[in-house]
Nanobody, 121 residues
Framework: QVQLVESGGGLVQPGGSLKLSCAASGSIFSIYAMAWYRQAPGKQRELVADITSGGSTNYEDSVKGRFTISRDNASNMVYLQMHSLKPEDTAVYYC???????????????WGQGTQVTVSS
């Protein structure tokens, strides 16, 4: 059993900052990619940023230069530091991880329950 639990969402004014955290726990052998997705009302879920176990990162164009994804492999954590937040960043943010639960097993996708980020004055 694997769980992903996000924290750090909330209400922030435009131009403000927030840091999201996600902890992966349970029967984890290894984690390849971890990522943050978001889904705004009436829109499809979209990739915000991802990071491999080696530290390679990828960002959605609208967040480049404002958001930074990082991870702590020792503690199975992934973070999203968000600066210069805009109202259009308002969404539910979901943590994602590609996890193998045993040496001989295959990788599977796991999701957190989501955390709300609201950017409003």
């Amino acid at each position: 059993q694997v769980q992903l639990v996000e924290s750090g969402g909330g209400l922030v004014q435009p131009g403000g900052s927030l840091k999201l955290s996600c902890a992966a726990s349970g029967s984890i052998f290894s984690i390849y990619a971890m990522a943050w997705y978001r889904q705004a009302p009436g829109k499809q879920r979209e990739l915000v940023a991802d990071i491999t176990s080696g530290g390679s990162t990828n960002y959605e164009d609208s967040v480049k230069g404002r958001f930074t994804i990082s991870r702590d492999n020792a503690s199975n954590m992934v973070y999203l530091q968000m600066h210069s937040l805009k109202p259009e960043d308002t969404a539910v943010y979901y943590c994602y991880a590609h996890i193998r639960t045993s040496y001989s097993g295959s990788y599977s996708d796991y999701w957190g329950q989501g955390t709300q980020v609201t950017v409003s004055s």
